[in-house]
């Protein structure tokens, strides 16, 4: 069997009558789920997520499932529940299709995987699909012995089939290098609900390529498209992805050894900040919670706040980034994402303060703004991070319930003596909205869940509460094997083609959701006015 092989190039309190595990499964206070964003993100998009996609697909356990067959030598899936929170990923509630097919050992490797998430198992109402194709494919001469690995990871919503997030990775050795590429779309939505509250009103675009040397290090470009998608924008002379004038254009160039990234961003008209040298171990960073959207608040009954609350909460909590020392004071919570408070200067190093709570100079009120002072980087950030679980008590003893839901990840900042043997090549092309795959996938007949990540957590997992089952055995003694058995403890059904936890025989209504992406294939990315600029 064949080895997916991708080396990585970077890097409250409840003191309260609140209870949490008293509100039902289905609340948002359960299901919004969380994601883990780069306050660096321009840079840190353009070597993508691979390393989490990969973590999930090792966890699926395909070497031992690979190949599985039906009576009739059609191709089987399998069910595997996954820990997507441990390898970085959304949570999600329900477990993965998977498909694995390699014919031979020298046969390129194949991998397909399909999630539904629908509120009690009915099809009809699902909130979303997600997909993933992976394949490896090792080419017959010796020159590259790595293979091609192409990864396409995409997700959209129901019933309208807006598309929320498509990701597509190649890699592949020339000559003595390896070359990465990598598109990723996605919906604004996805990063802050508040603000973008439905799908289809602005976009995110990357686009980028790294050439890497092994052992070394290598260099790469990323390209930053923002695109506002509803007309609003239009009188400003801004128009839709992917062929109008985006909101914001910028180009990252980056160089990067064993332990630094030196990196600038150039803007649509050419200007280049100045040169920022980062640790790329994630190990040395710090995180952060954005207060204008990183929060899920929800009330005594599970449901998030809507609308401008502005309601007034007293607050004694810790500065994460000071030893020792906490904060007291008031806060406003602005939305069901928002909170008020204060922005401190903060060294982009490692968060710590530069003088007390004061603002960085010359900068008051604007946050994430360089400034150098006494040779080192400088930025305004939050005071502070509410606590995930943190239980709020406004004055009239209404609770609220805190959860930190876009958490950002601060690279630490390094002088640039650090990276004084390193230089910042010219931009490299990009490849844009073409590159996508968009694989159809289709649902094979599955059996019983044979991988469960969350047996060691059952309370993690809602829908199986930790189970899985021997595929060469049958639990309810039907004649068919649990790998082919969907019910596998119900010797009066075995069959769920759709997944929506209705036997087939008793199911007047089987079907399968494909989305039908939009793929703009006679459209260019953007002006060649914009794109004279950009490179």
């Given at each position: 069997?064949?080895?997916?092989?991708?080396?990585?190039?970077?890097?409250?309190?409840?003191?309260?009558?609140?209870?949490?595990?008293?509100?039902?499964?289905?609340?948002?206070?359960?299901?919004?789920?969380?994601?883990?964003?780069?306050?660096?993100?321009?840079?840190?998009?353009?070597?993508?997520?691979?390393?989490?996609?990969?973590?999930?697909?090792?966890?699926?356990?395909?070497?031992?499932?690979?190949?599985?067959?039906?009576?009739?030598?059609?191709?089987?899936?399998?069910?595997?529940?996954?820990?997507?929170?441990?390898?970085?990923?959304?949570?999600?509630?329900?477990?993965?299709?998977?498909?694995?097919?390699?014919?031979?050992?020298?046969?390129?490797?194949?991998?397909?995987?399909?999630?539904?998430?629908?509120?009690?198992?009915?099809?009809?109402?699902?909130?979303?699909?997600?997909?993933?194709?992976?394949?490896?494919?090792?080419?017959?001469?010796?020159?590259?012995?790595?293979?091609?690995?192409?990864?396409?990871?995409?997700y959209g919503s129901r019933p309208d089939s807006n598309p929320l997030y498509l990701a597509s990775y190649e890699s592949k050795k020339v000559n003595d290098k390896i070359e990465f590429d990598s598109a990723?779309?996605?919906?604004?939505?996805?990063?802050?609900?508040?603000?973008?509250?439905?799908?289809?009103?602005?976009?995110?675009?990357?686009?980028?390529?790294?050439?890497?040397?092994?052992?070394?290090?290598?260099?790469?470009?990323?390209?930053?498209?923002?695109?506002?998608?509803?007309?609003?924008?239009?009188?400003?002379?801004?128009?839709?992805?992917?062929?109008?004038?985006?909101?914001?254009?910028?180009?990252?160039?980056?160089?990067?050894?064993?332990?630094?990234?030196?990196?600038?961003?150039?803007?649509?008209?050419?200007?280049?900040?100045?040169?920022?040298?980062?640790?790329?171990?994630?190990?040395?960073?710090?995180?952060?919670?954005?207060?204008?959207?990183?929060?899920?608040?929800?009330?005594?009954?599970?449901?998030?706040?809507?609308?401008?609350s502005n309601i007034t909460i007293n607050y004694t909590g810790p500065i994460q980034t000071k030893n020792n020392e906490s904060w007291s004071g008031s806060i406003m919570i602005t939305s069901g994402s928002?909170?008020?408070?204060?922005?401190?200067?903060?060294?982009?190093?490692?968060?710590?303060?530069?003088?007390?709570?004061?603002?960085?100079?010359?900068?008051?009120?604007?946050?994430?703004?360089?400034?150098?002072?006494?040779?080192?980087?400088?930025?305004?950030?939050?005071?502070?991070?509410?606590?995930?679980?943190?239980?709020?008590?406004?004055?009239?003893?209404?609770?609220?319930?805190?959860?930190?839901?876009?958490?950002?990840?601060?690279?630490?900042?390094?002088?640039?003596?650090?990276?004084?043997?390193?230089?910042?090549?010219?931009?490299?092309?990009?490849?844009?909205?073409?590159?996508?795959?968009?694989?159809?996938?289709?649902?094979?007949?599955?059996?019983?869940?044979?991988?469960?990540?969350?047996?060691?957590?059952?309370?993690?997992?809602?829908?199986?509460?930790?189970?899985?089952?021997?595929?060469?055995?049958?639990?309810?003694?039907?004649?068919?094997?649990?790998?082919?058995?969907?019910?596998?403890?119900?010797?009066?059904?075995?069959?769920?083609?759709?997944?929506?936890?209705?036997?087939?025989?008793?199911?007047?209504?089987?079907?399968?959701?494909?989305?039908?992406?939009?793929?703009?294939?006679?459209?260019?990315?953007?002006?060649?006015?914009?794109?004279?600029?950009?490179?």
């Amino acid at each position: 069997m064949k080895k997916i092989l991708f080396s990585l190039i970077l890097f409250s309190h409840l003191v309260s009558s609140y209870d949490v595990n008293s509100i039902s499964k289905l609340k948002n206070v359960w299901l919004d789920f969380a994601i883990n964003l780069n306050h660096q993100y321009a840079l840190m998009a353009g070597f993508g997520r691979v390393d989490a996609y990969l973590c999930m697909v090792r966890n699926t356990e395909y070497e031992a499932f690979s190949n599985l067959k039906n009576t009739d030598g059609s191709s089987m899936g399998y069910l595997a529940k996954l820990d997507e929170g441990n390898c970085g990923q959304v949570p999600i509630t329900l477990p993965w299709t998977v498909k694995s097919e390699q014919s031979t050992t020298d046969s390129s490797l194949n991998i397909e995987m399909i999630n539904y998430q629908c509120p009690l198992g009915d099809l009809s109402n699902c909130i979303s699909m997600i997909n993933a194709k992976i394949s490896l494919v090792e080419e017959d001469t010796s020159s590259n012995p790595y293979g091609i690995l192409t990864f396409d990871y995409f997700y959209g919503s129901r019933p309208d089939s807006n598309p929320l997030y498509l990701a597509s990775y190649e890699s592949k050795k020339v000559n003595d290098k390896i070359e990465f590429d990598s598109a990723i779309f996605v919906d604004s939505f996805v990063i802050n609900p508040v603000t973008y509250p439905s799908a289809g009103q602005a976009s995110e675009f990357y686009s980028a390529k790294i050439i890497h040397t092994p052992n070394a290090g290598g260099e790469g470009t990323v390209k930053t498209l923002v695109h506002r998608n509803d007309g609003s924008y239009e009188p400003l002379g801004y128009q839709s992805y992917p062929d109008g004038n985006p909101t914001f254009i910028r180009t990252t160039n980056f160089v990067y050894d064993n332990d630094y990234v030196l990196y600038r961003h150039i803007d649509k008209n050419g200007t280049a900040t100045t040169d920022r040298c980062i640790d790329k171990k994630k190990a040395n960073g710090w995180n952060y919670v954005p207060t204008w959207f990183g929060y899920g608040i929800y009330d005594a009954n599970g449901d998030r706040l809507t609308g401008s609350s502005n309601i007034t909460i007293n607050y004694t909590g810790p500065i994460q980034t000071k030893n020792n020392e906490s904060w007291s004071g008031s806060i406003m919570i602005t939305s069901g994402s928002s909170i008020g408070m204060p922005y401190k200067c903060k060294k982009v190093k490692d968060g710590t303060h530069w003088s007390g709570d004061n603002m960085c100079p010359g900068i008051a009120n604007a946050p994430h703004i360089p400034v150098e002072i006494d040779g080192e980087i400088y930025e305004n950030f939050p005071l502070l991070d509410i606590p995930e679980g943190t239980v709020l008590t406004d004055a009239s003893n209404n609770e609220y319930y805190i959860r930190q839901l876009r958490p950002r990840l601060v690279y630490a900042e390094a002088s640039l003596s650090q990276c004084a043997t390193l230089t910042v090549g010219s931009s490299k092309e990009t490849n844009d909205h073409t590159f996508f795959n968009y694989p159809v996938l289709n649902l094979p007949r599955v059996g019983a869940v044979l991988v469960n990540k969350l047996s060691n957590e059952p309370s993690k997992d809602i829908a199986f509460n930790g189970n899985k089952w021997i595929a060469s055995e049958d639990d309810d003694s039907d004649g068919i094997l649990n790998s082919l058995d969907m019910f596998p403890t119900n010797a009066l059904k075995n069959k769920d083609l759709d997944f929506d936890g209705i036997e087939d025989s008793e199911d007047g209504t089987l079907s399968e959701f494909q989305f039908n992406w939009t793929k703009y294939l006679d459209k260019s990315m953007f002006s060649a006015y914009e794109k004279d600029k950009l490179n």
